[in-house]
């Protein structure tokens, strides 16, 4: 059973920074493709940032240059600079068998950036 649990999210000013991580077991990271989407009020579920197996990585437009993911054997992160109050939403932590698919989600972690 692939279990993901978010931690990191949080309130912060347009301009700040934060960092997401994503808890998963050493099989989970190794074995699928991991990823960062986000859901704002209103609006559908978007990618936001994807990593294969190999390590190659793969970004949204709207957060290329600004946001960075990355991995080790138990954690998925997201690392968030130059938040903007658009990027505003809940998100979540996904694994899945190919580049921005999605087979298994976390609960998901609030991000608020004002202006």
């Known amino acids: 059973q692939v279990q993901l649990v978010e931690s990191g999210g949080g309130s912060v000013q347009a301009g700040g920074s934060l960092r997401l991580s994503c808890a998963a077991s050493?099989?989970?990271?190794?074995?699928?493709?991991m990823g960062w989407f986000r859901q704002a009020p209103g609006n559908e579920r978007e990618g936001v940032a994807y990593?294969?197996?190999?390590?190659s990585t793969s970004y949204a437009d709207s957060v290329k240059g600004r946001f960075t993911i990355s991995k080790d054997n138990a954690h998925l992160y997201l690392q968030m600079n130059s938040l903007k109050p658009e990027d505003t939403a809940m998100y979540y932590c996904?694994?899945?068998?190919?580049?921005?698919?999605?087979?298994?989600w976390g609960q998901g972690t609030q991000v608020t950036v004002s202006s």
């Open positions: 996904a694994a899945g068998y190919g580049l921005w698919g999605a087979a298994y």
């Open positions: 050493a099989y989970t990271i190794s074995r699928y493709y």
């Open positions: 990593i294969d197996r190999d390590g």
